[in-house]
Each structure stands twice: as structure tokens, then as C-alpha cells.
């Protein structure tokens, strides 16, 4: 069953669906649509992106195009060249570099954390969220496997019980999105990714901090060296 944040990824060239929710701005569409191409590399790292094609493409006007762009260049998706203009980002080794230095102090803590103060609830989502892992790895369905990864952090995150360093990590998984989808492009990491998760979960249900955090550093070094090979 896909879920409703890898259908967003997936379907990068749909039009806004009308819901009972309030409607977005066309600037934030447009931002949404830009940022989940960048992400799944359908605009490659290093293309130049002229307002004109992209408003084309996504089938939103130039000026919230533009406003897009102001805010992935923030989220320093996007940057501006001399003589090229808005160019996608590359992915550089220093940044893998620091975001993993990030990652394996925040997310080492937040797993010790979440192994002592973890609810029910909390391992019974994580459990779901493997469970439907394993079938989108067999499906080889990089999406389903972002969003699930992404869900899966976040559980851990909550499960931590520690609001801010929740919103840290939060941060910081949206910036590296772009950096999993590489890494998922190989499929052999597929099932790997999903097992890693497992041995993640089985320390917080065992209620172990050591194991949790060996758990977790032993993910994100697998994720690097798999990233290595890809770049």
C-alpha cells in the first residue's frame, strides 16, 4: 500500500487535486513540484533551469516559479551561476561528508533515547513501516522506499521524546532526501536498507541503548558506503 508521501514523490508531473483541505498557493505548488523533481533527479545535478521551461513543465506561471526558486535556493537545492543562472546544485563528497558527521551524533542519541522511552504505539508503527518496506524492496520501488525511510526516522525521532532535537533531525533528513534517492538507485541496497530497519526495531523493543545506537551507526555507515560507490 503506498503511502500518500511517496505518491507526492512519485507522481512529480501531477496537477493540484482539489480536497477538503485548504488549497495551496501556486508559489508553494510550484515549490513542492520543483523541489520533488530536484529530488528524484528527474533535474539533474549541475541542469540549468530557466523559468520559462520549468513554468512550462509543472504548468504554473513564471512568478511563482520564481518565488519557488528563491526558496530552494535557500534550501540550497538550487544556486545562481554567473552566466548560467538557476542551476541545480550539485551533490559534493563534503556535504555527504558533513551530513554524515551530523547524522551519526544526532541520530545516534536520539535512537539511545527513544530505546528507553519508546511507547507501544511507537514500536508498532515502526514494525507497519518494515513490514512495508520489505514489500516495496521487492517491488524495487525507490518512492515508497524514500517515504518510508523518511516515516521511519520520524517515528524514531518522536519516540525520542525530545521536541528539539525532533526538529533537528527533521531538517536535516529534508536536506539529505535528494542524497537517499542516489543511494537507492541501487538496487542490492534495497533489502539491505529494510534489514537494517529491522535491527533497528528489535533494539528498541529490547529496550537496549547500546544496541540501538550500534544499530543506527551501523545504517548510516552502510548508506555512506553504498553513496560512495554511486558518486
Given at each position: 500500500?503506498?503511502?500518500?508521501?511517496?505518491?507526492?514523490?512519485?507522481?512529480?508531473?501531477?496537477?493540484?487535486?482539489?480536497?477538503?483541505?485548504?488549497?495551496?498557493?501556486?508559489?508553494?505548488?510550484?515549490?513542492?513540484?520543483?523541489?520533488?523533481?530536484?529530488?528524484?533527479?528527474?533535474?539533474?545535478?549541475?541542469?540549468?533551469?530557466?523559468?520559462?521551461?520549468?513554468?512550462?513543465?509543472?504548468n504554473i506561471g513564471r512568478t511563482p516559479v520564481r518565488q519557488a526558486f528563491d526558496?530552494?535556493?535557500?534550501?540550497?537545492l538550487v544556486e545562481v551561476l554567473p552566466r548560467k543562472g538557476i542551476v541545480v546544485?550539485?551533490?559534493?563528497?563534503?556535504?555527504?561528508?558533513?551530513?554524515?558527521?551530523?547524522?551519526?551524533?544526532?541520530?545516534?542519541?536520539?535512537?539511545?533515547?527513544?530505546?528507553?522511552?519508546?511507547?507501544?504505539?511507537?514500536?508498532?508503527?515502526?514494525?507497519?513501516?518494515?513490514?512495508?518496506?520489505?514489500?516495496?524492496?521487492?517491488?524495487?520501488?525507490?518512492?515508497?522506499?524514500?517515504?518510508?525511510?523518511?516515516?521511519?526516522?520520524?517515528?524514531?525521532?518522536?519516540?525520542?521524546?525530545?521536541?528539539?532535537?525532533?526538529?533537528?533531525?527533521?531538517?536535516?533528513?529534508?536536506?539529505?532526501?535528494?542524497?537517499?534517492?542516489?543511494?537507492?538507485?541501487?538496487?542490492?541496497?534495497?533489502?539491505?536498507?529494510?534489514?537494517?530497519?529491522?535491527?533497528?526495531?528489535?533494539?528498541?523493543?529490547?529496550?537496549?541503548?547500546?544496541?540501538?545506537?550500534?544499530?543506527?551507526?551501523?545504517?548510516?555507515?552502510?548508506?555512506?558506503?553504498?553513496?560512495?560507490?554511486?558518486?
Open positions: 500500500m503506498r503511502t500518500e508521501a511517496a505518491n507526492t514523490l512519485l507522481d512529480v508531473s501531477a496537477e493540484p487535486v482539489e480536497t477538503a483541505a485548504p488549497a495551496r498557493s501556486l508559489r508553494d505548488e510550484a515549490y513542492e513540484l520543483i523541489k520533488a523533481r530536484i529530488i528524484m533527479c528527474v533535474f539533474r545535478p549541475g541542469e540549468v533551469l530557466s523559468e520559462a521551461a520549468v513554468s512550462s513543465a509543472i526558496r530552494l535556493m535557500r534550501d540550497g546544485r550539485p551533490i559534493s563528497h563534503d556535504e555527504v561528508h558533513d551530513m554524515v558527521e551530523v547524522r551519526l551524533l544526532n541520530e545516534c542519541f536520539c535512537a539511545r533515547l527513544a530505546a528507553e522511552r519508546a511507547e507501544p504505539a511507537h514500536l508498532s508503527a515502526l514494525a507497519i513501516n518494515v513490514a512495508l518496506g520489505v514489500e516495496a524492496a521487492a517491488n524495487r520501488d525507490v518512492a515508497e522506499l524514500m517515504a518510508l525511510d523518511r516515516e521511519f526516522h520520524a517515528t524514531i525521532s518522536a519516540a525520542a521524546g525530545n521536541p528539539v532535537l525532533a526538529e533537528i533531525l527533521k531538517s536535516l533528513h529534508e536536506k539529505a532526501q535528494r542524497v537517499w534517492f542516489v543511494s537507492l538507485r541501487a538496487p542490492e541496497h534495497h533489502q539491505r536498507v529494510v534489514e537494517e530497519h529491522a535491527a533497528i526495531v528489535e533494539a528498541l523493543r529490547s529496550r537496549d541503548p547500546d544496541a540501538a545506537e550500534a544499530a543506527v551507526r551501523a545504517h548510516i555507515r552502510s548508506f555512506v558506503d553504498n553513496l560512495n560507490r554511486q558518486l
